[in-house]
């Protein structure tokens, strides 16, 4: 069970990488609006003033007090819903399901602010399943078959002024004119291997290339992996207080893969050593002051938002410069569930470029739940991308049903994540996407030529431009280090080539461009071989435009 759960989730790894595809044009903004439904306690209106003043631009608000009973504030929302003129999108439930007094530390029998539903776990699979799951999709599902209708999010605030500044928080992100390189740096952690250090280095090695191959060119991909055997670990030691640094520069996504629990990420077994990847007491590192990842928690329990203590998403929540928002299940999850939503809603993020984080949420799972069989979804077009994602969901459904107990339906593990999965934030967050930079050089180099970069920038500002390896490739300098005992010349060498492993930056050069026509000349290095890509990024003022091209740097032949 446990490296059938470990080799899937290297499964969603991959999957996470192979859907963020071709970006295309941004959608533009509606003409017309839409409603939202905010479910608060009563007394916590005043709260919302500010986000609400922000939000009614485009959209109708509709205020309503929270239920005890989920099933009554269900009614009260479905009502809502039915009696509105102009159509509900989604549905921002603002507080958490209760909050334990001073004199107890739990929260169990305490007063409920916004309740969840608690329902039967359809789909057991190995010893830590629990009976039941909780989840907010109901509230969204208006006919009563289970798939989700509206886009539901949920602030897990624990009085008015903690929903206050998540709301702020919002706000701000939104409104950033802060155009730096965390817009396009994705940040992911992998929990521990269990395959023995040749399968754990094919693994690592066929998913680097697919990650390659999947997420865009102008992605900065910053990895940690715990594993002794991978240039991606660092000093076992400073684990987690590397990665978390990486965070604090700041990204768009934040996923991690692995086991987790209730208030933590998983352990990482070193020596006689038994680490703690990342948990409660290490929240306090997160200080993410410019650009807050989405958290994407493909784990089991880190979303378990109903616990008489917080989860690990709430508590990456309650720090103000910490996450922006969390993705994750409440109870068990599944490794072929994980990696068909992690498809989904990367897919939607960037090939689809869906605007707001609760409608990639919401058709990421519809799709997953309409999909009508393996590796098909009824909805696709018999297009050459859709055919090419088909392929790779047939392949996974099959590596799925091959490593499942005999009689596993996987349609109702891809069902039971559309309830376990759960976003904590706001769904009405925007993803901005940048403006497109047109650029073309020859494609084939040799080492010490210069290549002859000419491109369209769209917005004036700085640009940057780079020569890099392309992401599946590892820099030069990283040293193989031996079965690890723990020696400080062993551990000061994994964090050398950790640092060195995610800069693949051979060399970059800086000048102001206005829009319009561009001329770059980039000299390439002597020593130089194999593929790599040029990319451009110009920063404007309130904007930001990128432009990629893969080139391959070979030797004359003779």
Known sequence: MNK???????????????????????????????????????GWGDALAEWIQYRQ??????????????HEMRQAILRQVSQAKIPVVAILLCGDVAVASEANSTRAGQAILVPTFEIPTRVKLGPFTTPSLATDLFYGDVNDDECPDIAVGRLPAKSAADLSRMLRRSIDYEQSQSFGPWRDRIHATAGVGGFGVIADTAIETVTRRLLSEGIPDRFQLQMTHASLTSPFCPDPHRLTQSFIGKINEGGLFWVYMGHGNVHQLDHFAVGNEYLPICSGEHIPQFQVHDGPPIAVMLACFTGAFDARIDCFAEMLLAKNDGPIAVIAGSRVTM???????STELMDGCFQDRTETLGEIVLNAKRSIWNQTEAGKEGSDQASTKNRLRDNQKLLIA???????????????????????????????????????????????????????????????????????????????GIKTVPAFDGAQEQRQQMQQNYAQASNL???????????????????????????????AVVYGADDWASGTQRIKVTRPSK
């Open 398 to 476: 099959n590596m799925a049903t091959a490593l499942s107990p005999a009689g596993h339906d996987l349609s109702e593990e891809r069902k039971e994540h559309v309830r376990l999965m759960n976003l904590l934030g706001d769904p009405l967050l925007r993803i901005r996407q940048p403006a497109e930079i047109s650029i073309q050089c020859e494609e084939q180099h040799q080492p010490g030529a210069t290549i002859k970069l000419k491109g369209i920038s769209p917005i004036s500002g700085q640009m940057h431009v780079e020569l890099v390896l392309s992401r599946d490739r590892l820099p030069d």
């Open 57 to 70: 631009v485009r959209y109708h608000l509709i205020e309503l007090d929270a239920c005890d009973s989920p």
């Open 505 to 535: 930056v051979l060399l970059q050069s800086e000048q102001t461009v206005a829009p319009g026509d561009f001329a770059v000349d980039i000299p390439i290095p002597i020593d130089c071989r194999g593929r790599c890509v040029v990319r």
């Open 4 to 42: 059938r759960f470990v080799l899937c989730l290297s499964i969603a790894l991959i999957c996470f990488g192979a859907c963020i595809g071709n970006a295309l044009a941004e959608k533009p903004l509606a003409g017309n609006m839409s409603s939202v439904i905010v479910v608060r306690p009563r």
């Open 335 to 341: 490794p072929y569930g994980l990696s068909q939503f």
